[in-house]
């Protein structure tokens, strides 16, 4: 299973990015598609989640309303659209799948998550 991660960049706050995964084989063998962030010497932090079925997303308080979480299961795709963008996003931002479902564990935990990508450089400028 592979996961590649793109889309990253610079970019002005209040600006916007798109960021890309490509997940090898089908995307929908994958019970949640997640988005996790990090910044050097902090831990990996939730972004957004997108459950396949029942189609359930979850987003982090800090991007509610700005960021978006788009699950494109026949492009095997998982979109992160980010609008108005904040020097407090910058990080290295990376996809994540759950393969199953797992008892007792929550969309908002790393460890939840079977499969990560490589990370793409988010640098919002104030």
């Known amino acids: 299973v592979q996961l590649q991660a793109s889309g990253g960049g610079l970019v002005q706050a209040g600006g916007s990015l798109r960021l890309s995964c490509a997940a090898s084989?089908?995307?929908?063998?994958?019970?949640?598609m997640g988005w996790f962030r990090q910044v050097p010497g902090k831990e990996r932090e939730f972004v957004a989640s997108?459950?396949?079925?029942?189609?359930?997303?979850n987003y982090d308080d800090s991007v509610k309303g700005r960021f978006t979480i788009v699950r494109d299961n026949a492009e095997n795709t998982v979109y992160l659209q980010m609008n108005s963008l904040k020097p407090d996003d910058t990080a290295v931002y990376y996809c994540?799948?759950?393969?199953?479902?797992?008892?007792?564990?929550?969309?908002?935990?790393?460890?939840?998550?079977?499969?990560w990508g490589q990370g793409t450089l988010v640098t919002v400028s104030s």
């Open positions: 994540a799948a759950q393969g199953n479902f797992k008892g007792g564990t929550y969309y908002y935990q790393p460890s939840n998550y079977d499969y």
């Open positions: 084989g089908r995307m929908v063998s994958y019970y949640r």
């Open positions: 997108a459950r396949y079925k029942p189609a359930i997303i």
